[in-house]
């Protein structure tokens, strides 16, 4: 007991130890940011790195951070600012390096060391970095951009973080890099900030980036100019960053030559692109080297999963194939490579559906060795695939056993790094090794395109034997090759369409004579191509290609392939024992020799720069350290983390044969592995993402179209042909069918139509299509089965491949890439067939078939199509929209058709308008995106047109369906809807709905009933509606209380009492238009409709007022409310024949009339233009005085510094001092004028505006304000409501 109760308490402290020092640690992180700043040329990138290091501790520290850079990098500069200084660093050996920068340190100076542990993984060292102390240290490096042989594409990849690499860091570099992993924590944040710069010899096409969302800037004046910026204003180093260009003539050969004025040397860069057709396919063995660690769990494993059964798919009939998967250990599929077939190959995809990352470490050097050990079968080629994030560190053993190989067998190797944080170095350097090609794929990009890119690479006969001779520029004289550094000294394997990049350096500029490339194909034939170098282009005062060239041929000695290791001495060291060591230290200081003299970095060189102590204070702050005994004897080192990646356990044992997905726990070896939050959680992330969307179409919010999520049906098809439709949900439908369709592929390319029909043809074509091909195979299997059994399953095969051919060509186009080879494969088999047994094209029937399709559904529409040209939803349900939106859609919007009839609120009108509205809105969606033949497609382009017509009429009529349109418009391009516009407004108002209703009955039935055409009403018809109502009100209510009396006896009430208010002031008008001022009928008229509408009017507004105040809360657009509720077009139509009669000529001296003021108004106005004259008046003397007092400063300011110029200056000078005094005087005088002048030509302007008013104008101006509601309280302010707001 004692000693587990020993144990607890040792367990227990160490833990909060080590918390403790994290923690402590993390408060004194040293990295505040990165800067990255990139010009891209054609296929060169330089790039430009600032690392922001602040001690924020209070102990001077020594700071190390472990950091990933391109593989393909050369590292070419090095430098601290710190203190406003900047230090240039210098390239050392590394032992010697180490020991200067320790020496330094111990004196007090400050150094940093960058170092190399690997191509891609680097360290910087800062030493004595004192309690606040912000330092910049800045490095620059070249790099070649990817082009994964992808026409007119290259790749960009910043590396940002560096993920936990499996096995020991057997690195030999004698450095302070500290060895291993580096150290990980979830509380760092390090921001990245970055700016690309593009300049590119052609047009530029596109850019994109997979990783980061980016804002990217084309120039319009220079169409192969652009920058490129992150969209957020705060990235974090968590993952790399890569960036795809396109741009057009990349992919020609040419030759670019840089003069090095420090070297006195020429560096020459050749391009080589061999473009000849090749139409012949080579045959070959695919073997496929499949990582299954744990560090593949996640979307990884399911990138690789999709894209391994689409390449089995398209792979030639003619093949031989094995599938090896590696852990911890391997295992394989077959025992060695097999002939493809139908039986292969259901083998091989009931693998693929099993896969898991639970097989342990990353151990792929023992597979590779399996592979090599076998035998290849003879006239195939050897093609080996490798499919893993490279998370080893271990690399050169395996790079070492690809080369060696690779040349023994004739084989090629190609490499997909797959990942967030992929070991560059690893997936480049083996494919280099291998004759083959690297590409990388992260989060968000199809695997399944590049995995194709390289199957088409490997079909395609290979170029081997081919030699270049370089000449000198001008010259025909051939350089020796003594005189030249090459790399790759050793010519790469070339494929036609595939860039390769030749780097030579020389004392004179060199071009290379034009080269002759033979084809060697497979009956023995030959065929030459020759490629001349016509673009040659010169830069003088470079270090770019210098730089590259140096660290190519420094890759070549690291790796066994230069000039050094293809000689003869080498050959002879190697063989013996004693003079292999010596053979390595002449190849190391060949690498040491390369590195100095070009100032580039090396696994053997280190940069190195000093700041010394420079004054006496420093010196003193030295010494009083060394004093300090406080300080310890040893530096403080802070290891700098990179963001974290969680712990799991990792076996070293095989899989036992029954294991669980997705597990992350599994045996007994704790290692760090790369298994992001998001990914170690994915299986509850999953079911979270289920349970939500379940609970969301349980309450009505949303609902998927789509009747299974990952299922392809009816309503993706829709999806698809929609041009306009959301892309993210279009792809997922694109693949939903691409997915779908491959699987039933056979081995030899071809479909059966029995296969198809449910699953494919008929969610794409219709269960009436779908039915009738059935019909025709059920025929065919009765007459000719027994007897004919292979007739039936040709005539299968054949119906289903030609219809699978074109759902390829029309639905997923985008995808070429990717079915390019899969449809090949299935044409080929149709021209065999035809070729055994010449029979007509099926296809043209289908074609024929599918089209009279189409001519059936126009037909269809235009006998259900309404006398307005609209359609109507409920009569089109059944015959085409079940059928062309799949039932989801089609009952979903029944129910809300349902729904609003079931509410109080609406209309039958608006039911019936809805209706229509939804129909045609949804029958233009299914002619705008189908496609039809020429003699049919007049025909859909004319009901279009009146489709359009009516919907645009309609929404003019009533705005709240083009706000509808829009809301089905977005659910149809998501294929899913929530609930519509109109339907939130018809039935969720939860105040009171009763009064809501009797409102809108009024104003209908009692205003509305009496409007004019022209717009206006009349005093009699609201008077005699006003009885009317009266009168029915009485009735009901003095009976049985009928509901009509009871339900609207507020609303009743109020109604009469706000018309008798207006009506005490219209009556007392009416009357004096009938007695006083006129006995014209017409007058009389007019009066009767202006003042009818001018009530009618604020009726309006009172009822609006009253409805909105009770229904405010459940409104959801105000305006579109009122046109759909409140009747507001009506109203509006009032308001502007208001405004025409104000501003019609002739009604100007009628109206006058009746707005002339009465004594009192006309006195109070006097007094108002009075009070306005005399602040006015105020103001001008104020400004007046203000200005008198600031001249007269300035005139003393003036005379006083004259009188000093005038006892320094000659007398004769004093007369032009007393001519200057005159003109100021002037000046002044002047100005005094002025200001009288236009203070009497305001004021005269004043008085003439005041006596020449014209009433008729007044009145013009005052008829554009509407009349305010009565003041009950004041009957005379009542008779000069029309004047006030008139």
Not at 69 to 91: C, M, P, R, T
Not at 135 to 144: A, G, N
Not at 1118 to 1139: G, H, N, S, T, V
Not at 1239 to 1260: H, P, V
């Amino acid at each position: 007991m004692n000693y587990f109760l020993l144990f607890c308490f040792i367990f227990v402290r160490n833990i909060l130890a080590q918390l403790y020092n994290e923690s402590d640690i993390l408060q004194e992180i040293p990295l505040e940011k990165v800067v990255v700043h990139s010009e891209i040329k054609d296929t060169i990138a330089e790039v430009y790195v600032q690392q922001t290091y602040i001690n924020n501790s209070e102990d001077t520290i020594e700071a190390l951070y472990k950091f990933p850079l391109d593989s393909e990098a050369a590292v070419e500069s090095f430098e601290a600012d710190i203190d406003g200084q900047s230090i240039y660093a210098k390239i050392y050996k590394n032992d010697e390096a180490s020991k200067l920068y320790e020496q330094e340190l111990e004196q007090g100076n400050m150094a940093f060391l960058l170092d190399e542990e690997y191509k891609d993984v680097f360290q910087v060292s800062i030493g004595n970095l004192k309690p606040k102390q912000k330092v910049y240290i800045k490095l620059t490096y070249v790099t070649e951009l990817n082009t994964g042989n992808e026409n007119n594409k290259v790749t960009f990849i910043l590396p940002n973080i560096i993920a936990p690499r499996y096995g020991n860091n057997n690195s030999k570099v004698e450095s302070k890099i500290f060895e291993g992993n580096p150290k990980y924590s979830n509380n760092v944040n390090y921001t990245l900030d970055l700016n690309v710069e593009l300049e590119m010899s052609g047009k530029i096409n596109s850019i994109e980036s997979p990783s980061h969302e980016i804002i990217k800037n084309i120039s319009e004046k220079k169409n192969n100019v652009a920058t490129v910026t992150f969209k957020s204003d705060t990235v974090y180093l968590e993952k790399d960053f890569i960036l795809d260009i396109e741009v057009e003539e990349l992919n020609i050969s040419k030759v670019l030559i840089e003069y090095n004025e420090e070297l006195k040397s020429y560096a020459s860069l050749l391009t080589l692109m061999p473009n000849l057709i090749q139409n012949e396919q080579l045959k070959v063995e695919i073997i496929f080297l499949i990582d299954q660690s744990g560090s593949m769990h996640g979307w990884k494993l399911d990138y690789l999963k999709d894209a391994l059964t689409l390449f089995l798919k398209s792979m030639p009939v003619d093949s031989y194939f094995n599938i090896i998967t590696f852990g911890s250990l391997y295992e394989h599929l077959f025992d060695k490579s097999v002939k493809y077939s139908e039986e292969t190959l259901k083998t091989a995809i009931n693998l693929i559906d099993e896969m898991d990352a639970s097989m342990g470490g990353t151990e792929m050097r023992d597979a590779l060795e399996y592979i090599y050990s076998t035998e290849v079968p003879e006239g195939f080629n050897r093609s080996i695939f490798l499919l893993t994030d490279g998370e080893i560190w271990d690399v050169d053993p395996v790079i070492d056993l690809v080369r060696e190989n690779t040349a023994k067998q004739n084989s090629v190797l190609y490499t997909f790094g797959i990942g967030k944080s992929v070991s560059h170095y690893l997936v480049s350097s083996i494919a280099r090794n291998g004759n083959g090609m690297s590409l990388f794929v992260t989060e968000g990009e199809r695997l399944e395109k590049k995995v194709l890119l390289q199957l088409k690479n490997v079909l395609v006969p290979y170029i081997q034997d081919y030699t270049i001779s370089w000449k000198e520029k001008g010259t025909s004289t051939v350089v020796e090759n003594e005189k030249i550094e090459q790399s790759p000294f050793k010519l790469p394997l070339m494929r036609i369409g595939s860039r390769y990049s030749i780097y030579a350096i020389s004392d004179k500029p060199l071009v290379p004579s034009p080269i002759e490339i033979t084809y060697k194909f497979n009956d023995g034939k030959t065929q030459t191509e020759t490629i001349t170098f016509d673009q040659i282009r010169e830069l003088k005062h470079g270090k770019v290609i210098h730089s590259l060239a140096a660290s190519n041929l420094i890759r070549d000695l690291e790796e066994g392939t230069s000039k050094i290791h293809y000689s003869e001495e080498y050959k002879k060291r190697v063989e013996s024992d004693e003079q292999i060591s010596k053979m390595f230290d002449t190849i190391k200081e060949k690498i040491i020799e390369i590195s100095t003299k070009y100032q580039i970095m090396s696994r053997f060189t280190s940069f190195l720069c000093i700041k010394k102590l420079e004054d006496d204070n420093d010196k003193t702050n030295k010494e009083e350290d060394k004093n300090d005994d406080s300080l310890g004897d040893q530096l403080k080192k802070v290891i700098i983390p990179s963001k974290g990646f969680p712990m799991y356990r990792e076996r070293s044992y095989q899989k036992p044969l029954s294991y669980k997905k997705k597990r992350t726990f599994m045996g007994t070896e704790f290692v760090t592995r790369d298994i992001p939050m998001e990914e170690a959680n994915s299986a509850n992330v999953d079911n979270e993402a289920n349970e939500a969307k379940k609970k969301d179409e349980e309450s009505g919010k949303e609902i998927h179209f789509r009747e299974n999520e990952n299922i392809f049906d009816i309503s993706d098809i829709n999806l698809i042909k929609m041009t306009n439709a959301d892309p993210v949900e279009r792809e997922k439908s694109q693949r939903l069918l691409f997915n779908s369709l491959i699987q039933f592929q056979l081995f030899d390319g071809s479909f059966k139509l029995s296969d198809l029909l449910t699953t494919i043809i008929g969610p794409i074509y219709g269960e009436e299509f779908s039915s009738e091909w059935k019909k025709e195979l059920d025929g065919i299997k009765k007459n000719y089965q027994e007897a004919y059994p292979d007739i039936v399953d040709q005539f299968d095969k054949l119906i289903g491949t030609s219809i699978a051919c074109v759902i390829l060509t029309d639905y997923l186009g985008e995808l070429q890439s990717e079915w390019e080879l899969v449809k090949e494969k299935s044409e080929k088999w149709i021209l065999q067939k035809q070729k055994q047994n010449p029979i007509q094209d099926i296809r043209q029937k289908i074609l024929i078939s599918i089209n009279q399709k189409k001519e059936h559904l126009l037909k269809v529409l235009h006998s259900l199509q309404n006398e307005d040209g609209s359609l109507t939803f409920t009569t089109l349900k059944d015959r085409v929209m079940d059928s062309y939106y799949g039932k989801v859609l089609s009952n979903e919007w029944s129910k809300e058709l349902k729904a609003i009839q079931g509410t109080t609120n609406a209309l039958p009108s608006q039911i019936d308008q809805f209706n229509k509205y939804l129909g045609t809105a949804l029958t233009l969606n299914i002619l705008k995106n189908e496609k039809f033949e020429e003699g049919f497609q007049q025909e859909s382009e004319k009901m279009i047109q009146q489709l359009e017509t009516w919907i645009l009429t309609t929404e003019t009529q009533n705005p709240i369906f083009s706000r509808f349109h829009k809301d089905l418009e977005s659910s149809l391009q998501r294929n899913r809807k929530k609930t519509s516009i109109l339907y939130n407004y018809m039935t969720s108002f939860k105040g009171d709905t009763e009064s809501f209703a009797c409102y809108r009955d009024i104003l209908k039935d009692q205003l509305l009933s009496g409007q004019e055409s022209d717009g206006s009403f009349t005093i009699s018809s609201i008077l005699g509606k006003l009885k009317e109502m009266e009168e029915s009100h009485n009735s009901s209510s003095g009976g049985s209380g009928g509901n009509d009396g009871s339900a609207c006896q507020v609303e009743y009430q109020l109604y009469p009492q706000w018309i008798n208010e207006w009506f005490k002031e219209v009556n007392q008008v009416v009357e004096k238009s009938n007695s006083e001022l006129t006995d014209d009928d017409s007058e009389k008229a007019f009066v009767n409709s202006l003042w009818g509408t001018l009530v009618a009017l604020h009726l309006h507004k009172e009822i609006s007022e009253e409805v909105i105040h009770f229904c405010k809360e459940d409104i959801v657009d105000m305006e579109a409310f009122k046109y759909e509720f409140l009747y507001q077009r009506k109203f509006d139509k009032a308001q502007k024949w208001i405004e025409l009669c104000f501003n019609d000529p002739k009604n100007v001296p009628f109206l006058s009339k009746w707005w002339k003021k009465n004594d009192d108004e006309k006195e109070e106005e006097e007094k108002e233009e009075e009070k306005e004259k005399v602040q006015q008046q105020q103001q001008q003397d104020d400004h007046k005085e203000e200005k008198d007092n600031k001249k007269a400063e300035d005139k003393s300011t003036s005379k006083d510094r004259r009188k000093k110029e005038k006892e320094e200056e000659d007398i004769e000078e004093v007369g032009d001092i007393d001519d200057d005094d005159d003109d100021n005087n002037t000046d002044d005088d002047d100005d005094k004028m002025n200001e009288s002048k236009e203070k009497e030509q305001e004021q005269k302007k004043k008085t003439t505006a005041a006596e020449t008013t014209d009433e008729s104008k007044r009145a013009e101006t005052e008829a554009s304000q509407p009349p305010p509601t009565p003041d009950k309280d004041n009957e005379k302010s009542k008779s000069s409501t029309g004047h006030d707001e008139l």
